[in-house]
Nanobody
Framework: QVQLVESGGGLVQAGGSLRLSCAAS????????MGWFRQAPGKEREFVAA???????TYADSVKGRFTISRDNAKNTVYLQMNSLKPEDTAVYSC????????????????WGQGTQVTVSS
């Protein structure tokens, strides 16, 4: 079992930055691929970014060049640095974990956190 807890969300003006954290506990964190997803009100959950155990990364086109995913295996934590935020980035952001990188990218995480709210004002 893996428990995931997100933090770092909040209210920020357009053009600002936030860094989200996802702390993992339980099984060996370094063996898991990790991903970030978001869900805005009235919309389906969408993929944001993923990172493999070897630190390969994948990003949604909508966040490329603005968001950066990283991981610190010593701290069992994955991060999402979000720059140049836009109002359309407003959503609940959740992290996910899975042994398979392709599963995380496809949104089929084995474990999910509760999410943290990000609100970007115009």
């Amino acid at each position: 079992q893996v428990q995931l807890v997100e933090s770092g969300g909040g209210l920020v003006q357009a053009g600002g930055s936030l860094r989200l954290s996802c702390a993992a506990s339980g099984r060996t964190f370094s063996n898991y691929a990790m991903g970030w997803f978001r869900q805005a009100p009235g919309k389906e959950r969408e993929f944001v970014a993923a990172i493999s155990w070897s630190r390969s990364t994948t990003y949604a086109d909508s966040v490329k060049g603005r968001f950066t995913i990283s991981r610190d295996n010593a701290k069992n934590t994955v991060y999402l640095q979000m720059n140049s935020l836009k109002p359309e980035d407003t959503a609940v952001y959740s992290c996910a974990a899975a042994p398979s990188y392709s599963s995380v990218v496809a949104g089929k995480g084995n474990y999910w956190g509760q999410g943290t709210q990000v609100t970007v004002s115009s």
